[in-house]
Every structure is written in structure tokens, then in C-alpha cells.
């Protein structure tokens, strides 16, 4: 059974603001070559139901949620899991909890932050 991976962000007006997030799905992109990837926005872009349903149009049977962002607000908690229930696609799907809430990414963060500069 195919597997896919829907990254959801906030969103921007800005299109420069898509771009990390564009790179982050390429790259998982060819981690994952035998995985579905798309890449969704709350705000301004692809909608998480857009994204969900491509995905199931490629014939994907199950579908992961991770949600860009560092913690778990209503956006996580309320707003992706209606939207999951409403987009209603047909296959099972789980939502993630928020990458920034997993020890790795924030070790990285740390020490991208502590380099010199």
C-alpha cells in the first residue's frame, strides 16, 4: 500500500515564506521515493484538503499529517483535525504531533542557533 505525507504550514501572502518549506519537501521527497509528498498551507496555497485528496488521487491507502509548526496551538489541536474530518478522503489518516515538539528538530534548531557566526 502506497504511503503519503502531507507537510501543512500557516500560509503566507509572501511567496519568498514558502520556499523553506518547499525545500523541506523535496528533500523528503527523495528520502522517500516510494512515499507521496504534498505540501499544504492553511493560509495562502494549497489547502490540507487539496493535498489530501491529490494524494488519493495518486492512489495512496494511508496518509500522514505533520504539522510545520514548533508547537501544538489551536491550529494544531483544533483547526488541522477539522479539517482532516471535513476533507473526509477516504483512506485512513493520522495527524502528527507538531515537528518542532520532536527532540531532534529541536536540537538542530539549538545548534543552528548556537554556531558562530
Given at each position: 500500500m502506497k504511503q503519503g505525507i502531507v507537510l501543512v504550514a500557516h500560509g503566507s501572502?509572501?511567496?519568498?515564506?514558502?520556499?523553506p518549506f518547499?525545500?523541506?519537501?523535496?528533500?523528503?521527497?527523495?528520502?522517500?521515493p516510494a512515499t507521496a509528498v504534498a505540501l499544504s498551507y492553511l493560509e495562502h496555497g494549497p489547502s490540507l484538503e487539496e493535498a489530501l485528496l491529490a494524494l488519493v488521487a495518486k492512489g495512496v491507502g494511508a496518509i500522514r499529517v505533520v504539522p510545520l509548526f514548533l508547537g501544538a496551538g489551536g491550529h494544531v489541536k483544533q483547526d488541522i483535525p477539522g479539517l482532516v474530518a471535513a476533507a473526509n478522503p477516504?483512506?485512513?489518516?493520522?495527524?502528527?504531533?507538531?515537528?518542532?515538539?520532536q527532540d531532534q528538530v529541536l536540537e538542530a534548531i539549538a545548534e543552528g542557533i548556537a554556531a558562530p557566526r
Open positions: 501572502r509572501d511567496p519568498e515564506w514558502s520556499r518547499e525545500r523541506l519537501a523535496a528533500a523528503l521527497e527523495k528520502k522517500l477516504g483512506v485512513p489518516v493520522t495527524v502528527d504531533t507538531p515537528i518542532g515538539e
